[in-house]
């Protein structure tokens, strides 16, 4: 069982970035899967969270109208497509799954991003 971030990396201010989740050895189509990202310094913040039930999707304040959080279940991956990067994403970015998105119990390796010109 296990869920691999990639996808991170150096990218300058305004550009994008497309983070995938691959799971292995359970299907998240029945999870709720979330994104989460820890900047240096700072507290892990909860940034995107796609509910089993109906794939709606909920989105900090801080990534609205940037980030898009999707599902591929015919691949078992999820993906985070962020446009208009700001320094202030700078990041490791994980992905995890649950019960429901107020209940993250598995969680993958992180991905580096990082904003910068």
């Known amino acids: 069982v296990q869920l691999q971030a990639s996808g991170g990396g150096l990218v300058q201010p305004g550009g994008s970035l497309r983070l995938s989740c691959a799971a292995s050895g359970f299907t998240l189509a029945y999870y709720a899967i979330g994104w989460f990202r820890q900047a240096p310094g700072k507290e892990r913040e909860g940034i995107s969270c796609?509910?089993?039930?109906?794939?709606?999707?909920d989105y900090a304040d801080s990534v609205k109208g940037r980030f898009t959080i999707s599902r591929d279940n015919a691949k078992n991956t999820v993906y985070l497509q962020m446009n208009s990067l700001e320094p202030e994403d700078t990041a490791v970015y994980y992905c995890?799954?649950?019960?429901?998105?107020?209940?993250?119990?598995?969680w993958g390796k992180g991905t580096q991003v990082t904003v910068s010109s």
């Open positions: 796609s509910h089993s039930s109906d794939g709606s999707a």
């Open positions: 995890a799954v649950g019960e429901s998105c107020d209940g993250m119990n598995f």
